[in-house]
């Protein structure tokens, strides 16, 4: 009768350590996609902020050029005031433009670190889990030896 019992004990922390293995790596694999998902907002920050790069370049164009139009038609030379208002104008778009592109390196960086940071809690569950099983397994063993002695 003790064979019976220890061979369901045996059997009982395998079907365990199996699923508990199981379990770390579907974890891990969530893991990996959550990493891969922040990786991808990341790459769709870096985009958007392109775009408000040349947003703002559009902008600043259609300053400058709205200002030398102005200018134009009342009879004045781009020369004096209206090119300081252009030198402003310019640097100003300038700041923005800086402003807006360390931003954006800024939110990428961070959501790339986050899915680093993802990664790597996937893999440390799976190494959790291979201690976890094997203790599983021990414990088994040692159960199931002690009712055979």
Known sequence: MPFVAAAAIIGGTLLQAKAESKEAKQAQKIANINARN???KADQEEEITREEIRDLNKEKRRQ???LRVLGGLAGIDAIGTPLLQAEEIAGEFSREKQFT????????FDLRTEAGLERFRGKQIRRASRFRTGTTIATGAFQAGSLLS
Do not use: F, N, P, T
């Open 38 to 40: 922040l990786e991808v």
């Open 64 to 66: 400058i050029s709205r």
């Open 101 to 108: 592109a360390k931003g954006g390196r800024i939110r990428s």
